[in-house]
């Protein structure tokens, strides 16, 4: 049970890091907008970066509740990804349901406190604040953890203040958190902004052209 827990944590955060990248942002094509499996999904999260960027990392959509689309599509999102997973895991093992479950919950948490609370964002999750408000908002794809980013060479640090205290983006002793950053980050190095990160001002034009 816990062994399959563990690897459906992994594997959850493996497909955080790919839906949050070909699903919500989708693949740039040349000459054309960019192409997202779920369009819906893609403008919806494009909205999001919008009103983030306009409003200090903050989205009122988190407030409004179910009442607001774009909150709406991402618990609907979770739910059937959630609900499929389990499906396919059940046979193999119920640790990984449980994970399946237990990330979907978890995700949602995590992100809609972020966004309500960006001071706590920024401590607790500076990889999806460096998401968001870096100069390269096509990096740092994971949101509750940021294995995936450094093992996909995605983690991109726009300052010293945002970069979490170990890989695992969790709380360790400091002499084990050094071993572990050092060791990892020899062979999955992260990257850093060449500039301080400014925010750039986007109209709701210019957001929803970029995907449209």
């Known amino acids: 049970m816990l062994k399959g827990f563990v690897v459906g944590l992994v594997f959850a955060n493996g497909f955080e890091w790919m839906a949050h ?7 740039h094509r040349s000459g054309q907008p960019r192409y997202s499996p779920v369009p819906r999904s893609m403008k919806s999260h494009w909205e999001h970066h919008r009103e983030v960027r306009k409003q200090d990392f903050n989205d009122d959509g988190y407030v409004e509740g179910i009442s607001n689309w774009r909150t709406k599509n991402e ?11 389990s499906l396919i895991f ?21 992100h809609r406190r972020a966004h309500l609370e960006p001071d706590w964002a920024m401590k607790k999750i500076p990889w999806h604040y460096d998401h968001h408000m870096n100069s390269n908002q096509d990096a740092n ?12 060479g995605t983690r991109v640090v726009s300052s010293a203040d945002l970069k979490e ?7 360790l002793p400091e002499p084990v958190a ?6 990892v980050e020899k062979y999955f190095p992260t990257k850093w902004v060449e500039k301080a990160p400014k925010l750039i001002r986007q109209t709701a034009e210019e957001s929803i052209a970029s995907v449209a």
């Not at 794809?141 to 996909?152: E, G, H, Q, R, S």
């Not at 205290?165 to 709380?171: A, D, E, R, S």
């Open 21 to 27: 990248k070909f699903i919500l942002h989708g693949t």
């Open 75 to 85: 618990i609907v999102s979770l739910a059937v990804v959630a609900g499929a997973a």
């Open 90 to 110: 059940y046979p193999i093992s119920k640790g990984m349901v449980v994970a399946s479950l237990y990330s979907a919950c978890n995700y949602y948490y995590i």
């Open 165 to 171: 205290q170990n890989p695992l983006g969790v709380k």
């Open 141 to 152: 794809w994971c949101v509750t953890k940021p294995w995936f980013d450094y093992l996909m």
């Open 178 to 183: 050094h071993w572990l950053s050092s060791t």
